[in-house]
Nanobody, 121 residues
C-alpha cells in the first residue's frame, strides 16, 4: 500500500512562491505518472499538473500555465510542485497522487492528507 505525504504549504502573499513536496512510501509510486490536484472549499477536486513516468512530458491546467512547474525525483520517490506568482484563487488544499496518464486525473492510490495553501491579496 502506498502512502502519500504532502508538505510545503503555507500562507503567502499574492505574487509569492511556494514549493510543495509529495513523498511516497512504496516503490510502485515511481512506476506511474504523477499529478498534483487541489480542492478549494465548496469546489470539486481539480487536476492541476501532471508529469510522465520519466519526467519528459508535463500537463498543466490553463489557470496555472507559466506559473507552476511539476517535477519529480524517482530515486527519492518524490514529486514537487513549484508555484510562482501565486494568486488568491490558488488557495486550496493541494494533493498529489500517482495517475494512470500524466494528462488525465485517473488516480492510482488513496489520497493523503494534503497541504493547505493560502494566498492573501
Amino acid at each position: 500500500q502506498v502512502q502519500l505525504v504532502e508538505s510545503g504549504g503555507g500562507l503567502v502573499q499574492a505574487g509569492g512562491s511556494l514549493r510543495l513536496s509529495c513523498a511516497a512510501s512504496g516503490r510502485t509510486f515511481s512506476d506511474f505518472p504523477a499529478g498534483w490536484f487541489r480542492q478549494a472549499p465548496g469546489n470539486e477536486r481539480e487536476f492541476v499538473a501532471g508529469i510522465s513516468w520519466g519526467g519528459s512530458n508535463t500537463y498543466y491546467v490553463d489557470s496555472v500555465k507559466g506559473r507552476f512547474t511539476i517535477s519529480r525525483d524517482r530515486a527519492k520517490n518524490t514529486v514537487y510542485l513549484q508555484m510562482n506568482s501565486l494568486k488568491p484563487e490558488d488557495t486550496a488544499v493541494y494533493y498529489c497522487n500517482a495517475v494512470h496518464r500524466y494528462d488525465a486525473p485517473s488516480v492510482a492510490y488513496s489520497w493523503g492528507q494534503g497541504t493547505q495553501v493560502t494566498v492573501s491579496s
